[in-house]
């Protein structure tokens, strides 16, 4: 079992900046990967960034060139720096982290974006 303690959501003006922290803890050694996907109101969730285990990392078209995930090996969390952002940005953020087959979940932090 591995459990995800996200934290950072708030509320920002347009073109402010964010940052979001997920502690891991639990069965971590196993983890290969971890990400950040959120859900809007009335949409499906969708993949937002992602870090393997090696430090690839990988983004959303949406997010390139604001959005940057990041890694703590030392302290099990995971970051996303969220620079420029805007009202479309507004969702709750859910960290997770991928285990062979399984999929962990954090519990999800809103972040809303005013105009």
């Known amino acids: 079992q591995v459990q995800l303690v996200e934290s950072g959501g708030g509320l920002v003006q347009t073109g402010g900046s964010l940052r979001l922290g997920c502690a891991a803890s639990?069965?971590?050694?196993?983890?290969?990967?971890m990400g950040w996907y959120r859900q809007a109101p009335g949409k499906q969730r969708e993949a937002v960034a992602a870090?393997?285990?090696?430090?690839?990392?990988n983004y959303a078209n949406s997010v390139k060139g604001r959005f940057t995930i990041s890694r703590d090996n030392a302290k099990n969390t995971v970051y996303l720096q969220m620079n420029s952002l805007k009202p479309e940005d507004t969702a709750v953020y859910y960290c997770?982290?991928?285990?062979?087959?399984?999929?962990?979940w954090g519990q999800g932090t809103q972040v809303t974006v005013s105009s």
């Open positions: 997770a982290a991928i285990i062979t087959a399984n999929t962990y």
């Open positions: 639990g069965s971590i050694s196993g983890i290969e990967a």
């Open positions: 870090i393997t285990s090696g430090g690839v990392t």
